[in-house]
């Protein structure tokens, strides 16, 4: 099983996800879970597509974090 980062950004209405290590790859959804779960059919999807197509699988590695910075 390969892992990916994914980055979710809060859009207002809705969420938006991407995994920067799959160009290409977004998704979005009205709830957190319902984004990851999207996006995961997505990454899946799009993997699958490279692969019948005899292309490239990208690798991890992309890395997140958080940092704290004095206001």
Do not use: W
């Amino acid at each position: 099983m390969t892992e990916f980062t994914i980055v979710i950004e809060d859009a207002g209405t809705n969420y938006a996800a991407y995994a920067p290590d799959v160009p290409g790859c977004i998704a979005t959804g009205s709830t957190i879970d319902e984004v990851t779960a999207t996006l995961r059919e997505a990454i899946a999807e799009h993997l699958k597509i490279l692969r019948e197509m005899g292309e490239e699988i990208p690798m991890p590695h992309s890395h997140a974090g958080v940092i704290q910075i004095a206001s």
